[in-house]
């Protein structure tokens, strides 16, 4: 008996130890300088078999030690598993500069949802 409860205490804590699978990717995006504004757009696809909602794309932009951040609304507001979606969003530069760019995605459920996010082009 305490060989079953300790080989369960060991496989619960190898499955608690394991990362949590990324839900996204984002298949291309660039951050841009639009005037006084960076916009970061792109495309994103969910990896998972379950409908995602509410999904938020967030961008923080970087001047230095000014951090400026934003968020909206992909495209969808419902993804469904292996669909696509648009997103788009834009910060006021926060210095002059180079500015530096991170995206990251969200929804109520979590805050933040693991993403591979590849370097913008």
């Known amino acids: 008996m305490r060989l079953y409860s300790l080989l369960l205490i060991v496989f619960v804590s ?6 949590e699978p990324y839900k ?5 995006w660039s951050c ?9 757009d ?3 696809v969910n990896l998972t078999p379950a409908v995602l909602r509410d999904i938020r794309a967030n961008l923080q932009v970087s001047v230095g030690a000014r951090v400026a951040t934003n968020s909206a609304f992909i495209s969808l507001r419902a993804l469904n ?4 979606s648009a997103f ?7 210095a002059a500069g180079g500015y530096s760019c991170k ?4 929804n109520p459920q979590a ?3 693991p993403t591979l996010v590849p370097s913008p082009r």
């Open 81 to 84: 598993g292996g669909k696509t």
């Open 32 to 40: 841009k300088l639009e005037g006084r504004t960076v916009v970061a």
């Open 111 to 113: 805050v933040q949802i």
């Open 88 to 94: 788009r969003v834009s910060v006021p530069k926060p």
């Open 14 to 19: 190898l499955a608690l130890a394991q990362p």
């Open 24 to 28: 996204l990717k984002v298949q291309s």
């Open 103 to 106: 995206i990251w995605f969200r």
């Open 42 to 44: 792109g495309v994103v």
